[in-house]
């Protein structure tokens, strides 16, 4: 009985917490009571963010992890959901039924993945760890975070543990141990549940966002069938793939606040930025990319308001997200392999100059030779060459190129400064980190697709939007 | 390079589009012709994918449901050959608050016993430890004094385990 009510309040939790977390965004504002489902994805991605991200802040302040204060953390959280229904009930509207073939045609793929995330579920409960750096890396963390309830500060600094990467960031282990407290009891096949429900808290997620910027019969297919193509490196429990769904949907959220200027966008966007920076180091630097990027588009469109918005949104995320872990690791003398401080000195990278080639090489190769999920960052470059005539899409264009270029060079820049052999990173691990590049060329296409296949209520108030030049 | 040439692939693509449509709304019609591109690649490979994915998740359900909590513990240990049954053997006996020093003659398998051991803490020293376990070395081969544990249990030669002297 345990191991299903746990799980199930714990995940309600998120769900609760990320609805608190929209309210207070203003995004549930008149909301019905489809709306309110249609954001359903979304709530759970910024709850899960939102939860383990003060759970983290609390762990590096001392306190220990425990199923009473992660209730806590969630009440407060989906504290303003509570205003927000008290204020205004959602009404009880019957949600927009699907005319017309486009609709159908969305619906089913919409329905045809629900079909194999349900059959799924029961399969990825039993599935053993096997990958590497799965459970040296992410579900070590988890299992000592499970038992413990705290940090390992002086464990990780001993030589057995000098391959586990302390420094890397405790968004997904602590996820995987709340996961597991849930549950009541460790276990080993249960690192693949968490995973499963943000495949289909992404569909859900990116489907609402993309949705009012092009068509069903567009989004439906790229977003269920990007996600179909990732199962593989995301069943492998590694972080990637995990992080490549929160580089997406980061990216589009921004894409949003760049269009629009709704301060609400920006939050979803900060919120999503904050995960990125929680899940992994190349989430980090993803994550000031795309802050660099919007804030350099807007500064393009000469929204200085919104460049200073985003500059506060950005140091939001810092704030919450980064400076408490760095200070937690400084502290405790842990550190990574990257020495980000030689790694802009001249003499240091001309000494290494021969890794660069092949690094390049090697992750431009994973752009032309991955199938139909690569085919997604040529698509987005044309694409953004063809917004790129348009007065009012440059920014926009410029932001998705610059966001998607900056990330290339940033994980062929760890590769350069890495200490550890060349040949091992290509062998390991460069087929996994060029997903996230792919997953914002998902963005991008989406988004600039959007100008061919507007959504029907956006089709008629854009329809003059044409090449200006 | 290829990258490249993708992109112009892409917009010779959009360029036909628009000559063969002939709409003055010049955007919308490249950017739609390259946005169905994508849904064309990414919906058909997906459609494979979905049916590959749902038959091996299915498949892989009932051949997961038989292992035997050693054989799904031990999964990852496979790629080392590690020594699952030892590795059991010393999970039974072990208390899980315990310290632990590892003495082997390996290196990338260190990782995975200390994770197939969790939450045990592994000890740099030995004598910082409340366990030996020699695994894969003779006690007397091992950098640990005689001295250092109390009575051996040999699981087998090499595979064996000692409770640090206090």
Not at chain 1, 202 to 218: E, H, I, K
Not at chain 2, 45 to 59: K, N, P
Not at chain 2, 115 to 141: C, G
């Amino acid at each position: 009985m345990r191991q299903l009510a746990g799980p199930l309040a714990l995940h309600a939790g998120f769900f609760s917490a990320g609805y608190g977390l929209l309210a207070t965004f203003g995004v549930l504002r008149d909301a019905t009571l489809a709306r309110w489902a249609a954001v359903g994805g979304l709530a759970y991605v910024c709850g899960v963010i939102g939860v383990v991200s003060v759970t983290i802040v609390l762990l590096v302040a001392g306190v220990p992890l425990t199923m009473e204060g992660t209730g806590v953390v969630i009440a407060m959280l989906a504290a303003p959901l509570v205003v927000v229904l008290l204020r205004a009930r959602p009404a009880l509207r019957p949600p927009p039924r699907p005319s017309g073939a486009e609709a159908w045609i969305a619906v089913s793929l919409v329905g045809a993945f629900a079909l194999v995330f349900l059959f799924g579920l029961p399969s990825v409960g039993l599935r053993p760890l096997d990958g590497f750096d799965a459970w040296n890396l992410w579900a070590r963390k988890a299992n000592l975070l499970f038992w413990d309830g705290e940090l390992p500060s002086a464990l990780f600094r001993g030589e057995p543990y000098a391959r586990v990467h302390s420094d890397y960031p405790y968004l997904l282990p602590t996820y995987e141990a709340l996961h597991l407290r849930s549950l009541g009891r460790f276990d080993p096949r249960a690192f693949h549940l968490p995973l499963w429900l943000l495949l289909g808290a992404f569909v859900w997620a990116a489907g609402l966002l993309a949705s009012r910027v092009t068509r069903p019969a567009v989004w439906a297919p790229l977003v269920t069938g990007a996600a179909i193509l990732s199962i593989p490196g995301l069943l492998t429990a590694y972080a990637d793939v995990p992080l490549a769904y929160l580089l997406a949907l980061a990216a589009l959220s921004a894409g949003l606040w760049i269009e629009r200027r709704m301060p609400a966008d920006l939050a979803v966007a900060a919120t999503l930025l904050a995960g990125c920076a929680a899940m992994k180091n190349e989430g980090l630097v993803g994550a000031a990319v795309i802050v660099v990027a919007a804030a350099g588009a807007l500064a393009m469109a000469r929204r200085r308001r919104e460049v200073l918005l985003t500059g506060v949104a950005g140091a939001a995320v810092l704030v919450v997200a980064v400076i408490p872990w760095r200070v937690w690791l400084a502290a405790n003398d842990l550190h990574g392999d990257l020495a980000v401080g030689q790694s802009v000195d001249p003499a240091f990278l001309a000494s290494r100059l021969d890794r660069l080639g092949p690094s390049l090489e090697a992750l431009h190769g994973q752009l032309i030779t991955r199938g139909p999920l690569a085919s997604l960052v040529p698509l987005a470059l044309a694409l953004a060459a063809l917004a790129w005539r348009s007065r009012r899409l440059r920014p926009l264009a410029g932001f998705y190129v610059a966001v998607g270029a900056l990330y290339f060079a940033s994980l062929a820049w760890a590769y350069w400064i890495s200490p550890l052999p060349l040949q091992f990173h290509l062998e390991t691990s460069v087929a996994r980190i060029a997903v996230g590049v792919m997953f914002l060329g998902l963005a991008a296409v989406l988004h600039l697709g959007g100008t061919g296949f507007l959504p029907p209520a956006a089709a008629d108030g854009q329809a003059g939007d044409e090449v200006t030049s | 390079m290829t990258l490249l040439l993708q992109v112009i692939g892409v917009l010779l693509v959009a360029a036909v589009a628009r000559a063969v449509v002939g709409s003055d709304r010049r955007l919308r019609v490249e950017s739609g012709a390259v946005t169905a591109v994508a849904v064309v690649l990414v919906g058909f490979g997906a459609l494979d994918g979905a049916w590959v994915t749902t038959r091996s998740l299915l498949t892989e359900r009932s051949a997961n449901a038989r292992l035997s909590p050693s054989e799904y513990q031990g999964r990852g240990g496979t790629i080392f050959s590690a020594r699952e049954d030892f590795l059991t053997f010393v999970d039974s006996r072990v208390p899980r608050a315990a310290t632990v020093h590892l003495a082997c003659a390996c290196s990338d398998e260190r990782d995975w016993i200390s994770w197939r051991l969790s939450p045990r803490r592994f000890t740099e020293r030995p004598q910082d430890a409340d366990w030996l376990v020699f695994y894969r070395v003779q006690p007397q081969d091992a950098d640990v004094p005689a001295g250092a544990y109390e009575r051996l249990v040999r699981f087998e030669p090499g595979f064996e385990l000692a409770r640090v002297r206090r």
